[in-house]
């Protein structure tokens, strides 16, 4: 099958599931793609355990094998996606909410990282699962940080108030960078890649990839902010930003820095004041339609992929105990790492209360979750780990995306949202 008509097989299904759910479930439309295609999926599990010799996975497999995740998401879809829910973020409030979110996407994500690989390192070797603590610092990276797609997603659905749609956006947008360079470093100490490589370096790897990544970002947004205000041409804004969203990424990659990272911080430029009076009306309409339907069509194929990624990621008898003890460890770890890295933030307790609360449940994980999973070496590690984590990135999605509603309803009164 060529490249064109993979595409096109993944949009066929995608329109179709949406469709499905739209007739049936009616549910937002990216978790109604993943519900179909997961109960599909399903489907076909079963069909395959009952006529093994029809070999009804081979076709659905290939597919999945062909599309690539792994490299569709993190080294392709992912600079649009980013720089799409980048660029609908207020700067203005972000800067205002600046504290917190750093609070949150450093100190907070690492703290979800080792706890999280903690909890699983003492409690799973009563399931029989011993693998060494780095490797659950590895999973720990896959499951800490929430994914940015789901959460703006997830955000325009809830209407929050102001302050907290800048924490949250701001949040969910940077630390899948710092979950995906810490999973890097640490696959680099678990698997040996890398001679020699002490506390120091591991540090040094991560400040060159997340510090660099940003001021790269820094440049290049700025960059093309003078050269939309210089060109003042529709059609021209839009080539930049597409330039701007896809060049930052690659370029960020090729010189080992962080890629999400600095496509981020590119994007936010696009939110600034400076951006809103140089883009004239039209323009600005122009670009918000534009990475607006880049973006709902990537998810739609992301929320497919990640529905039908059971197919390959079959848990054994063992591992599903693993997987229900994961999902609480997941949304403990999430807890206590945003209590504590919010802790000493000079806001109110019933504030602080409600704001802890919604950041905690609504810490849901995706695509870019599923994909480093998928990107363990192959092997007993990649067995065990991935399966887990596909089942709290389900879990994280269709539970808590699907109650999320109700619980701000309950904690923000439609009042409150509106001031």
């Given at each position: ?140 990276a896959i499951l800490a940080p929430t994914d940015p797609v789901s959460v703006v997603d997830l955000l325009r659905r809830l209407g929050l108030p102001a302050p ?38 591991a540090v040094h790897m991560f400040a060159t990839e997340a510090v660099g990544g940003s001021l790269l970002g820094f440049i290049t947004g700025a960059l093309a ?195």
């Amino acid at each position: 099958m060529s490249s064109l008509g993979l595409i096109a097989t993944m949009l066929c299904l995608s329109t179709l599931a949406a469709i499905i759910n739209l007739k049936t479930f009616r549910l937002p439309a990216t978790i109604g793609i993943l519900l179909v295609s997961l109960i599909s999926s399903l489907i076909l599990l079963f069909a395959d355990w009952i006529f093994p010799s029809w070999h009804v996975l081979s076709v659905p497999r290939s597919i999945l094998l062909k599309a690539d995740l792994p490299t569709a998401l993190l080294e392709g879809a992912l600079s649009v996606l980013l720089f799409a829910g980048a660029m609908q973020v207020n700067l203005s409030h972000l800067l205002n909410r600046f504290i917190p979110v750093i609070a949150l996407v450093l100190p907070g994500t690492l703290l979800a990282i080792f706890i999280l690989a903690g909890a699983m390192f003492f409690t799973f070797p009563f399931l029989r699962i011993h693998l060494p603590f780095i490797w659950y610092v590895v999973c720990g990276a896959i499951l800490a940080p929430t994914d940015p797609v789901s959460v703006v997603d997830l955000l325009r659905r809830l209407g929050l108030p102001a302050p907290i749609q800048a924490i949250f956006a701001g949040e969910s947008l940077f630390n899948d960078g710092v979950g995906v360079v810490a999973f890097g470093v640490a696959m680099t100490l678990a698997t040996g890649s890398a001679e020699h490589v002490t506390l120091t370096d591991a540090v040094h790897m991560f400040a060159t990839e997340a510090v660099g990544g940003s001021l790269l970002g820094f440049i290049t947004g700025a960059l093309a902010i003078f050269l939309i205000g210089f060109v003042s041409d529709p059609y021209l804004d839009l080539l930049i930003s597409l330039t701007l969203a896809t060049g930052t990424f690659s370029l960020a990659n090729s010189l080992g820095m962080s890629g999400p990272i600095a496509v981020v911080v590119a994007g936010l430029w696009l939110g600034s004041a400076r951006a809103h009076r140089l883009i004239s009306k039209e323009s600005r309409h122009e670009l918000e339609m534009f990475w607006r339907l880049s973006e709902e069509v990537l998810n739609a194929l992301l929320f497919l992929m990640i529905g039908a990624e059971i197919l390959l990621l079959v848990p054994g008898a063992r591992i599903i105990p693993a997987i229900l003890i994961a999902i609480p460890l997941s949304l403990i770890s999430r807890g206590a790492s945003v209590f504590c890295s919010t802790i000493l933030l000079p806001v109110r307790d019933d504030y602080k209360k409600r704001m802890i609360s919604v950041l905690t449940w609504g810490g849901l994980r995706g695509g870019i979750s599923v994909s480093l999973a998928l990107g363990l070496p192959e092997g007993e590690v990649r067995n065990i780990l991935a399966p887990i984590c596909y089942g709290v990135v389900i879990f994280t999605i269709l539970v808590q995306g699907l109650t999320m509603e109700g619980i701000v309803a309950k904690l923000y009164p439609s009042q409150e949202k509106l001031s």
